[in-house]
């Protein structure tokens, strides 16, 4: 495992590298990851390892084992302020993936609180995304938050939050038929995504831009942007019902 030495409050810890987390994590199978994750916490030093086990709680929990995810958190006590935030963070997620998300939400504040003090950015953002998922009143500002601090953080693993939080304050801006604002967000998530995203990621910005050009009545714009979509697409449901709808 690469390690990263990093000082907090006058002491060195073994840091779990965030590019090692990125190769054990597929999002689209929680259960191989967290065979993944258990191979790597065996040889894993302690703080770089209850970082791990963290993830392992998400994966338990992504995978349908909730009560495994909740009993594995309960047994990390750390010291070390990334795993505290870590830990807040994963603890949220299991609230509000379980329907609770007014019981989340102090969990998302305490893993900003505690990631800021870290000086860590890329959990510092995720947990205002976060908040921003679980605080439907104050949505629009936590993902605003996030994009600033995103923006002017120096860490380039940072900016890839960029395209979630456009993209989520687009679809707060077009729910409310703000389709504008809508737009300029769908955009931005589209730059990001072109920036530091995939290609998956690239092609989900585009859908956004010609769902709002089509809310805007720009329909050829959208219709061109579909068609292009479908030859990369063919078998992507929400493109074939976006070209059926602008035939109407």
Do not use: C
């Not at 979630?164 to 801006?173: F, K, M, R, V």
């Not at 077009?174 to 290609?199: C, I």
């Amino acid at each position: 495992m690469t390690r990263r030495r990093r000082r907090y409050a006058g002491r060195v810890t073994d840091r779990l590298d965030p590019a090692r987390l990125d190769e054990l994590w597929d999002f689209a199978d929680a259960a191989a990851s967290a065979d993944r994750f258990r191979t790597e916490i065996a040889s894993a030093p302690p703080v770089a390892a209850d970082e791990l086990r963290t993830q392992l709680a998400r994966a338990l929990g992504l995978a349908g084992r909730g009560d495994d995810a909740d009993a594995l958190l309960d047994s990390i006590a750390p010291d070390d302020l990334v795993v505290r935030a870590r830990v807040a963070l994963e603890r949220g997620r299991r609230r509000n993936s379980s329907g609770h998300p007014d019981e989340a939400a102090p969990h998302f504040e305490q893993a900003l609180e505690l990631a800021q003090s870290a000086h860590e950015d890329f959990l510092a953002v995720d947990a205002l995304h976060m908040l921003a998922i679980a605080d439907q009143a104050g949505s629009a500002e936590w993902a605003a938050q996030g994009v600033a601090l995103a923006e002017a953080s120096a860490d380039p693993r940072t900016h890839r939050w960029l395209i979630a939080l456009h993209n989520n304050l687009g679809w707060l801006h077009h729910d409310a038929g703000r389709y504008p604002e809508a737009l300029a967000e769908f955009e931005a998530a589209d730059a990001a995504a072109r920036a530091h995203g995939s290609e998956d990621q690239q092609q989900i910005a585009q859908w956004a831009i010609a769902r709002a050009l089509r809310s805007l009545g720009r329909r050829d714009g959208a219709r061109a942007i579909q068609e292009r979509l479908l030859v990369l697409r063919p078998d992507d449901e929400y493109v074939t019902e976006e070209l059926e709808a602008l035939k109407e």
